[in-house]
Structure formats: C-alpha cells, structure tokens
C-alpha cells in the first residue's frame, strides 16, 4: 500500500487524486534526488493503477500487484540504462511495444529509470513517442536531473517533484517498516540525509542487532591492555563494513554533544547515554575534536585507496589510547 512508503505524502495525495479523478496523463516525470524513493513510489503508482481489487490503492496481493512485484508483469515494464546510457533501441522498443493495446491490465506502463542517460537520438526517439500517445500506455520517466532532459520532452510530461525525507519521518519509518532499534534508525537517518532508499540499502548491509553500533563502546570506555588485541582484530573486521567510519563517528558526535551540554533530541544514541555521560568525562572537547579530525581524515584517505585496514587500526589505537593515557 501507499501507506507503506517512507515519506513523500504529499507526492503520494497527488498520485492518488490523480488516479480518483481519472484523469491520468500520458506521461510523467519523477524529478528528485537518487534514491529518495522516486522508483519506488512510480512502480506503487503503477501497481495502483493496474491491481484487481483496491482503487486508489494497491493490494499486493492480487495477480497483478504480485507479478509487478516479481517483474513479470506483460503491460509493466522497468527500462534502464544499457550500461551507461539509454540507447535508441531501447526508445524504438518503446515506441513499438507502446502502439499496442494493453494484455491484461487495464494500463500499460513503461518507467524509465536515469532518464537523463537517454543518447541524442534515445531522446529524439522519445520525443516522438510522447508527441504519438497511446490512450492506455503511459511513461513514468525518473531522473534526479530535471533540467538534463530536452525541453521538448519536460514540455510533454507532468511533473512530480520529490524532495529529501525528513528526518524525524524517515528514523520513524525505518524503525516502523524494518523494525531496528531506535539509536540505529536515528544513525541511518543522520547518515543517509533524507534518503530512504540509501537507508534501507545500509540497514541491509549491517546486522539487525546492535552489535554493530555498540561495539565502539568497550574501546572508548576501558584501559585494560588485553583489549588492545581485540581492537586490532575488530579493525580487521570492520574496515570491510560500507559506513563503519560513520558508526565510529556517531559515537564521538554524541560524547561531543554531551561535553557541550547539548539537548537529549540531538543525540544518536539516546539509549546508551547514562554510560556516554560516564565516558565523556574523561575525554575533553580538545581530545573528541581531534579524534572526530582524525576519523574524517581516515575515511578520506580510505577513499583515496590507502589500505582500509591499516587506517582502522590507526584509528582505533588512537582512540584506544587517547582514554588510557588519561587514566
């Protein structure tokens, strides 16, 4: 259902007033930045328009939201790019299978993932597709460059703009539709700067617990030598995990917060605060500063390819030893 995706409602009322009054366009542009949820909700809005059972809705259950959900369905199809761009074979297919009358479903879609990717000619061809309509075929063109697609092309499509996710809405979606605890949905919301599609992909990555948020913890708050070991062990571990420079760095926001005197809202991890509290007394602003520094200096030589593993284990010495020398 429509309910299901994270954010955009008011994109959403759109679709669905649109769909309510029957008055659907030929063709659409969904303009917003990558991996806002733009393919999302124009694969939902074609499930809408096509499911057997719920108007103005989907079911997802029905013969037809099922096989657009596996791909298979015959009058919805995803067109992306052929390697780096959208060719004009792919265009002259469209306009081919396009001039044909719907098989099973009461709308025929074809959604155009990078738009913008479209060859000179791809666009042309395009074009000619939009200025020769079919009643029952309609184009959902997804671009997060609205300006890269001819003129002539935006001149034909209506708009539907999509903006970054709040993030307040976007932690309580995460926690609601994949149910992680709240410190990670609020980290996944901080990192992925209103964008539900890049959360989700990172909540995929890491574990669902909060091992892999909380194990910064024993590093920032002990001194004992035998855990030097298992730093090291655990850099390895992590310097092969997409975003653990950003779990490292959640952690020193939040001691940093907390030296300031900062508001409980502003913290990533609110559950953990009663022993950051005790942490961050031995650290001081200077010290967190340096080794926030430090850490973004790290994750910029990582992206520059120096050794991933040998900048964790830096790291994590620096912080290690950084609280023992204060002890």
Known sequence: MFSDVIGHSDVIGKLKNIIKSGRIANAYIFAGPSDVGKELVAINFAKALNCTEVKGDFCDQCVSCRRINDGNHTDVRLIRPDGAKLKIEQMRFLKRQGSYKALESEHKIYIIVDAEKMTTEAANSMLKTLEEPSGDTLFILLTPIYNALLPTIRSRCQLVRFSFVPQQVLQEGLTKQIGIPESKAKWLALKSQGKPGKALRMANETKDSEDEMSWVLPILSQRDKGLLLQT????????????????????????????????????????????????????????????????????????????????????????????????
């Open 232 to 327: 090291f062990k655990r850099a390895e571990e992590m310097s092969k995990t997409e975003g653990s420079f950003d779990i490292i760095l959640s952690w020193y926001r939040d001691l940093l917060l907390i030296k300031h005197g900062c508001s409980d809202n502003l913290l990533t991890h609110i559950n953990e605060k009663k022993q950051l509290e005790q942490i961050a007394k031995s650290y001081s602003v200077i010290e967190l500063e340096n080794l926030i520094t430090m850490a973004l200096n790290m994750q910029n030589l990582i992206q520059r390819n120096i050794n991933s593993v040998l900048a964790m284990e830096v790291m994590m010495f620096n912080t290690f030893n950084t609280f023992s020398t204060r002890l």
